[in-house]
């Protein structure tokens, strides 16, 4: 998969920046195991539910979770089709690198 449009490229930036903060990693790999509420994920991190809420705005804009509400709780799961994007992406850029040797600089 090439990134063919500017929201694609967006997506995957947004994806990339996500991963890399470990709070955010502790996050998908709880809900790679179930849907969870948010207090439930806030008594499993031990991180307030403001700073948590912050997280958690940063992966729905990722587009890495998905955020349902029942009731008076919100409840988050993995949106797996964009981390299937993602994927796509790095493997196209691996399949597709030449890694050609510098050329010489005068």
């Not at 806030?42 to 539910?49: A, E, G, I, T």
């Given at each position: 998969m090439v990134v063919s449009s500017?929201?694609?490229t967006i997506?995957?930036?947004?994806?990339?920046?996500?991963?890399?903060d470990p709070l955010r990693l502790a996050i998908i790999e709880l809900l790679q195991k179930q849907e969870l509420c948010v207090c439930e994920l806030?008594?499993?991190?031990?991180?307030?539910?403001s700073k948590l809420s912050f997280h958690l705005k940063t992966l729905?804009?990722?587009k890495l979770i998905r955020a349902r509400q029942s009731g008076r709780?919100?409840?988050?799961?993995?949106?797996?089709?964009?981390?299937?994007?993602?994927e796509?992406?790095?493997a196209d850029?691996?399949?597709n690198a030449t890694m050609n040797p510098a050329s010489n600089c005068e």
């Open positions: 500017s929201s694609d997506f995957i930036m947004a994806g990339c920046h996500s991963l890399s806030c008594d499993r991190l031990k991180v307030s539910q729905k804009e990722a709780w919100m409840y988050y799961s993995l949106n797996l089709p964009q981390f299937v994007e993602i796509q992406y790095l850029l691996r399949r």
